[in-house]
T-cell receptor, first 111, second 118 residues
Framework: AQSVTQLDSHVSVSEGTPVLLRCNYS??????LFWYVQHPNKGLQLLLK??????LVKGINGFEAEFKKSETSFHLTKPSAHMSDAAEYFC?????????FGAGTRLFVKA | DVKVTQSSRYLVKRTGEKVFLECVQD?????MFWYRQDPGLGLRLIYF???????EKGDIPEGYSVSREKKERFSLILESASTNQTSMYLC?????????????????FGAGTRLSVL
């Protein structure tokens, strides 16, 4: 069985400071992992994906995530937050047809 | 770019009405999905389809049905809408690619339909 846990429901950072959104996963086989971003009243947009190639994955808008098998984690980071990063972020794991989504982390960015 | 289009951004319906939510994708994807999104619960899979006329129940299919008569179109049907079906509904499509290390299934989402049932 597969599952995803996003460890924080809300994260608040100041503009220009680093962002860390945490995600742990459980999978009985080699997973594909994703981060999606959702801005208000919009659908989900793919930020980045891990599909068993390089463990450090770079995505759009300066985000990156590192796959750590020993820790079963796939945390999302960005060195410097921008006001436009304020949104909800979803971690997801997939195997076959179905994708399992975490409950989401809402990122607030303070000026 | 993949485009997934949901026919309505906002809908308001009355209890007991039959409701159709339409989704169209333009990338010839085999797989299509319907999710509902509620605060604190993330996305929950209602139904998915891996081919024309094929459908599979997701995690919360009760009160819903689907139709996939053409590859590009996947419809979600609420037979008799109830207030607890007030939610954001998201459609997605994907192409399942089998690789040496397993399957890759990247989903592309529509903008969502916010449904209110009064």
């Amino acid at each position: 069985a597969q599952s995803v846990t996003q460890l924080d429901s809300h994260v608040s950072v100041s503009e220009g400071t680093p962002v860390l959104l945490r995600c742990n996963y459980s999978s009985s086989y080699s997973p594909s992992l994703f981060w999606y971003v959702q801005h208000p009243n919009k659908g989900l947009q793919l930020l980045l994906k891990y599909t068993s190639a390089a463990t450090l994955v770079k995505g759009i808008n300066g985000f990156e995530a590192e796959f750590k098998k020993s820790e079963t984690s796939f945390h999302l980071t960005k060195p410097s937050a921008h006001m436009s990063d304020a949104a909800e972020y979803f971690c997801a794991v997939t195997g076959g047809f179905k994708t399992i989504f975490g409950a989401g982390t809402r990122l607030f960015v303070k000026a | 770019d993949v485009k997934v289009t949901q026919s309505s951004r906002y809908l308001v319906k009355r209890t007991g009405e039959k409701v159709f939510l339409e989704c169209v994708q333009d990338m010839d994807h085999e797989n299509m999905f319907w999710y509902r999104q509620d605060p604190g619960l993330g996305l929950r899979l209602i139904y998915f389809s891996y081919d024309v006329k094929m459908k599979e129940k997701g995690d919360i299919p009760e009160g819903y049905s689907v139709s996939r008569e053409k590859k590009e179109r996947f419809s979600l049907i609420l037979e008799s809408a109830s207030t607890n079906q007030t939610s954001m509904y998201l459609c997605a499509s994907s192409l399942l690619v089998q690789g040496a290390r397993g399957a890759k299934n990247i989903q592309y989402f529509g903008a969502g339909t916010r449904l209110s049932v009064l």
